[in-house]
């Protein structure tokens, strides 16, 4: 397997961005459970807490003629004047958010959907004005029952007509189609972009760190069902190594980009 820390990966004449939104400490036994600290090899140092730094990250897809956002972050519900948001990197990369037309929400996670609107005279609007909002049905039907995210995010979108539901492997563009990876969450999705005979998946949460994919049986311990979501793995890994694919794994700081 090899990694790179590279934050932009080309695929094809896809162009690929990640973007950091905030940074994290989580308990690597938590997250790769059930291993411990000395399965995972130097380049897993916890601190002196006993944490590994883990970086929120979103990513801007740029497709032929589609731009696409996979995941929004923490948005303002975290501080703004944080070092790394996804609107600073928006501004860096000169991409309005008027200008994108797909936000894939790998799962109703707060770090993956907390930004999928924003504060606007009092009341909350859709971040991206012009965008459809993708989201598994079934994962759509389950956040009716988070009492943060759904009257903060999803029926904002909802009331404004802006959620696209699907339901498993869907295509939404000739580049780009959201893969049913579930196990983290009850419909946690994956993003495969395809073009120009290279791909490369968007993981969301289903390898918190680059070793993961090395060892599918570690996952996060809070997932929804460990059975499938260790499923949903070895089948990424799986079609990976037959395609050539880069697997693309935002929360690892260090070790974005994966090729075995």
Not at 49 to 56: K, T
């Amino acid at each position: 397997m090899e990694t790179t820390s590279t934050r932009k990966l080309v695929v094809g004449d896809a162009d690929l961005f990640l973007i950091r939104d905030a940074s994290l400490g989580i308990s690597g036994e938590s997250a790769l459970f059930p291993s411990k600290p000395g399965d995972w090899g130097p380049e897993l140092e916890p601190d002196a807490e006993g944490l590994l730094p883990v970086a929120v990250t979103c990513l801007l897809i740029r497709c032929g003629e589609e731009t696409a956002l996979v995941d929004t972050g923490f948005g303002d519900a975290e501080d703004p004047s944080r070092p790394e948001t996804l609107s600073r990197g928006l501004r860096e990369l000169s991409v309005a958010p008027e200008s994108i037309d797909w936000v894939i929400i790998t799962h109703a996670h707060g770090d993956h959907c907390l930004g999928c609107t924003r504060q606007a005279d009092g009341d909350r609007v859709a971040a991206f004005p012009n965008a459809r909002y993708v989201l598994q049905e079934t994962e759509y039907g389950n956040a009716q029952n988070d009492e943060q995210l759904w009257p903060t995010q999803f029926a904002v979108l909802d009331r404004e007509d802006r959620i696209h539901r699907i339901d498993g492997d869907t295509a939404l563009t000739a580049g780009i189609t959201c893969l049913s990876t579930p196990g983290h969450t009850v419909a946690h999705q994956s993003v495969l972009v395809e073009s120009g005979g290279g791909s490369a998946v968007f993981l969301g949460d289903l390898s918190i760190f680059a070793v993961g994919l090395e060892h599918p049986e570690w996952g996060p311990d809070w997932a929804w069902s460990r059975e499938e979501d260790i499923r949903s793995r070895r089948r990424i890994v799986d079609y990976a190594v037959r395609n050539h694919t880069v697997l693309i794994v935002g929360h690892d700081p260090e070790r974005p980009f994966v090729r075995f």
